[in-house]
């Protein structure tokens, strides 16, 4: 018997951060949006714990971790022992999110087995006890359960869905070299030492968001850890002047990065940038809408 369960990635379309808290966790008031991007992952019955990787051309497995690293194989272990029962499975995941690029991969792949080994092993587990492991897992791990686009505060775990009347395209732009989350965070407290304890609200956002107008959505992107990103990583800023030259309406990083994300006004409009792109010399352009589901069983 076997399950499949597929999650997106995320994007943050806005993400105001604040100084960082007592225990190092920075608060958040961030919009996520769940876009076109997933990862698939199948868990078939089996007596002892197990997991293969399978990457897409323009990922490097080797940034996967292959053993108890894995966030797959925490999540499994996390819901086991909840339940207070083995956890046993073979995991196969198919990723096509990129790894360390700030589009939230393992949180997508840890929401999916979550889901999975709920089905799989039969627990029917409530919806507030699965969000509830999944924040202890990661940060951004409910939203990836949840999907859609939401609202994110506290470190970014307490989700709720918001209106979002749009379909919207965006190109990706992925880097060879993924970026660290929590050096980009660390980077965001040296060069913010001002940075205040309540995060920039996300409420301009949530307004554009409303009127499904992409030139609205454009001008009320913001993020927070764009700056530190783009000190990290210069090329990133040329990325986004180039993306915008080519006729997208707004680039952003993604989240820590390095991923950058475009806003463009139609189907159209996504191809002839990411076209326009990939004649610059990017050599991985994604295309993708969203919103789209969180994790959920493929027929
Ligand atoms: C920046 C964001 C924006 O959505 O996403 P990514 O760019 O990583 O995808 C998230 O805040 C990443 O969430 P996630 O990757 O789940 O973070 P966690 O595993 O919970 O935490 C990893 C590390 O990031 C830092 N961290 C994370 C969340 C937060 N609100 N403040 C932090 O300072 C801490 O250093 C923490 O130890
Ligand atoms: N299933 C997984 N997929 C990707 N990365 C994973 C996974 N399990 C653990 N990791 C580790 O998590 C780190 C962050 O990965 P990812 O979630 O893709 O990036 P981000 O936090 O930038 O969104 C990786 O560098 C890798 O070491």
Redesign the pocket.
């Known amino acids: 018997m076997s399950i499949t369960v597929r999650a997106a990635a995320k994007i943050n379309l806005h993400l105001g951060v604040g100084r960082a808290r007592e225990d190092g966790f920075h608060p958040l008031d961030t919009v996520y949006q769940a876009i076109g991007i997933h990862?698939d992952l199948t868990l078939t019955a089996a007596e002892g714990l197990s997991l293969d990787?399978l990457v897409a051309d323009h990922i490097d497995p080797a940034?996967?971790?292959s053993g108890a690293?894995?966030?797959?194989l925490r999540a499994a272990r996390l819901l086991a022992q909840h339940a207070g029962r083995p956890a046993a499975g073979a995991f196969e995941?198919r990723?096509d999110?990129?790894?360390?690029?700030?589009?939230?991969?393992?949180?997508?792949?840890?929401a999916a087995a979550l889901v999975a080994c709920d089905r799989l092993w039969d627990l029917e587990t409530p919806d507030d006890v699965l969000l509830a492991l999944a924040a202890e897992l990661g940060s951004?791990i409910p939203f990836s359960l949840v999907g859609g686009t939401a609202r994110g505060v506290g470190r970014g775990e307490v989700v709720t869905p918001v209106d979002d009347r749009g379909s919207w395209w965006w190109v990706a732009v992925p880097s060879p070299e993924?970026?660290?989350?929590p050096m980009v965070y660390r980077h965001f407290d040296t060069l913010r030492p001002d940075a205040t304890e309540v995060p920039a609200s996300a409420e301009p956002l949530l307004a554009a968001l409303a009127t499904g107008e992409p030139l609205q959505l454009a001008r009320a992107l913001h993020n927070d850890l764009q700056e530190p990103a783009i000190d990290l990583r210069p090329e990133l800023g040329d990325l986004i002047v180039r993306g915008e030259s080519e006729g997208a309406l707004r680039g952003l990083v993604s989240?820590?990065?390095p991923t950058v994300v475009f806003l463009c006004d139609s189907a159209d409009g996504a191809r002839a940038t990411a076209v326009g792109l990939a004649g610059a010399g990017h050599d991985v352009v994604l295309t993708a809408t969203g919103p789209v589901a969180g994790a959920h069983v493929l027929a």
């Open positions: 990862d990787t940034g996967v971790p690293d894995n966030i797959v995941v990723k999110i990129p790894v360390a690029g700030g589009m939230a991969g393992g949180s997508a792949d840890a951004d993924g970026l660290s989350t989240g820590s990065g």
